[in-house]
């Protein structure tokens, strides 16, 4: 799980580490409590934003709001735009990096840094990064410090400065349960202090529920339709086009979507609905409902159940489908457990009725046409 940089520079922030004054926006009326000139930078969960324009500086605040309002308008290398967060402009000496990250060799922690920081960091020569690796039990000690800043041209007071930072990032980065913690730039500013100017936070997923305050993560850049399919533990991905497909299990669906596609249909939702709401009528109602709100052409229900029982789907799709109003055409091909009691009951519901895939597919593309 990636943090957006403001929410990474408010756990700096916290943890004592050197951050630029700044304020997150999310539009670009919002006040902006800060003199000019500033920098703003798009939030978004991709990296290299300075390569692709993401990091502006504004003279004024006039020049603030456009700018803003530009960043907001398009994605950054395919990443939707949260907001911009507008900083204080901080006049740069010289750029370096650090990082921890998890060393999965070792077994432990990598402290990584480099007097060659910015940008172009990917591209910086291996021999220019320092490596120290950090036993966890032991910790984060004075002597890896020294190791880790020996190349990076400091001076005292700012060696000093460097194993604040360094002890505090480490601790962000146990606390926080993280793969990465990184600063790039970490600036040494032009009047001689370090100043951590970038935030990477990657948190293992697999602690993520110890940090609800990021819980909204996962249902971030979903549609409202596949937001409440994934509150209800099915997969969803919602398109344009005329064909809504409910099956269960990734390998059916995928079969699906490419006959489909293969003949020239278009999908207007595809939803996996998995080993546990097909078992549930009531679920599947619910999910069948959130469907046909989507109003599309066709729905094409394709089943092949080896355990589930299929009557009990075939319930559901009766109490959305035949005792409710739609417009649409329903095709249903079933096929398996209980599989031609579920037909049966769907019986002179005016729906296509099959077990065979391939057929399904083809009323399913005739239906759309028709
Ligand atoms: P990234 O490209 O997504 O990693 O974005 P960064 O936050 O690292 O910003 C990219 C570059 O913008 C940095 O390497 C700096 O050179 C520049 N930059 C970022 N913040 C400031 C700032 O406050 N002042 C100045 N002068 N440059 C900045
Ligand atoms: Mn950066």
Same mark, same amino acid.
């Given at each position: 799980?990636?943090?957006?940089?403001?929410?990474?520079?408010?756990?700096?922030?916290?943890?004592? @580490?050197?951050?630029?004054?700044?304020?997150?926006?999310?539009?670009?009326?919002?006040?902006?409590?800060?003199?000019?000139?500033?920098?703003?930078?798009?939030?978004?969960?991709?990296g290299g934003?300075?390569k692709?324009?993401? @990091?502006?500086?504004?003279?004024?605040?006039?020049?603030?709001?456009?700018?803003?309002?530009?960043?907001?308008?398009?994605?950054?290398?395919?990443?939707?735009?949260?907001?911009?967060?507008?900083?204080?402009?901080?006049?740069?000496?010289k750029e370096l990096y650090a990082s921890f990250s998890v060393d999965r060799q070792a077994?432990g922690v990598l402290l990584m840094t480099s007097a060659h920081g910015g940008m172009d960091i990917e591209a910086t020569e291996q021999g220019n990064i320092s490596l120290v690796r950090i036993?966890?039990?032991?910790?984060?000690?004075?002597?890896m410090i020294r190791q880790a800043g020996r190349s990076l041209g400091l001076?005292?007071?700012?060696?000093?400065?460097f194993?604040?930072?360094l002890?505090?990032?480490?601790?962000?980065?146990?606390? =926080?349960?993280?793969e990465l913690a990184e600063i790039n730039p970490l600036?040494?500013?032009?009047?001689?202090?370090?100043?951590?100017?970038?935030?990477k936070?990657?948190?293992?997923?697999?602690?993520?529920?110890?940090?609800?305050? =990021?819980?909204?993560?996962?249902?971030?850049?979903?549609?409202?339709?596949?937001?409440?399919?994934?509150?209800?533990?099915?997969?969803?991905?919602?398109?344009?086009?005329? @064909?809504?497909?409910?099956?269960?299990?990734?390998?059916?669906?995928?079969?699906?979507?490419?006959?489909?596609?293969?003949?020239?249909?278009?999908?207007?939702?595809?939803?996996?609905?998995?080993?546990?709401?097909?078992?549930?009528?009531?679920?599947?109602?619910?999910?069948?409902?959130?469907?046909?709100?989507?109003?599309?052409?066709?729905?094409?229900?394709?089943?092949?159940?080896?355990?589930?029982?299929?009557?009990? @789907?075939?319930?559901?799709?009766?109490?959305?489908?035949?005792?409710?109003?739609?417009?649409?055409?329903?095709?249903?091909?079933?096929?398996?457990?209980?599989?031609?009691?579920?037909?049966?009951?769907?019986?002179?519901?005016?729906?296509?009725?099959?077990?065979?895939?391939?057929?399904?597919?083809?009323?399913?593309?005739?239906?759309?046409?028709?």
């Open positions: 799980m990636k943090l957006y940089e403001y929410e990474g520079k408010e756990l700096f922030r916290q943890a004592g @580490i050197p951050v630029p004054a700044g304020i997150f926006m999310g539009t670009p009326d919002d006040e902006i409590p800060l003199p000019c000139p500033v920098v703003l930078k798009a939030q978004v969960l991709a934003r300075g692709a324009g993401a @990091i502006r500086v504004a003279l004024d605040e006039m020049q603030a709001r456009a700018e803003i309002r530009s960043l907001l308008e398009a994605p950054v290398n395919g990443s939707k735009v949260k907001g911009v967060l507008a900083e204080e402009k901080v006049s740069i000496a077994g036993n966890p039990l032991l910790g984060l000690q004075s002597y001076t005292k007071q700012q060696s000093q400065e194993g604040d930072i002890r505090s990032l480490y601790g962000v980065f146990v606390s =926080y349960h993280c600036a040494v500013t032009v009047d001689g202090h370090l100043k951590a100017l970038d935030a936070v990657v948190i293992d997923d697999r602690a993520q529920s110890m940090f609800p305050q =990021y819980a909204n993560r996962q249902t971030e850049g979903l549609t409202d339709a596949e937001r409440k399919f994934s509150e209800m533990g099915i997969f969803a991905a919602e398109m344009e086009g005329d @064909i809504a497909v409910v099956t269960a299990g990734a390998g059916v669906a995928m079969a699906t979507a490419d006959a489909l596609d293969s003949q020239g249909g278009t999908l207007r939702v595809i939803i996996d609905i998995g080993g546990i709401v097909g078992h549930e009528v009531e679920l599947c109602t619910e999910a069948f409902e959130i469907v046909r709100d989507l109003r599309p052409k066709v729905i094409l229900f394709n089943f092949f159940m080896q355990v589930t029982r299929l009557d009990g @789907i075939a319930e559901a799709i009766n109490r959305v489908l035949r005792y409710q109003p739609f417009d649409g055409k329903v095709v249903v091909r079933m096929k398996g457990f209980f599989g031609r009691e579920g037909l049966s009951l769907l019986n002179g519901a005016g729906f296509e009725l099959t077990d065979s895939f391939s057929q399904a597919c083809t009323l399913a593309l005739r239906a759309a046409r028709g």
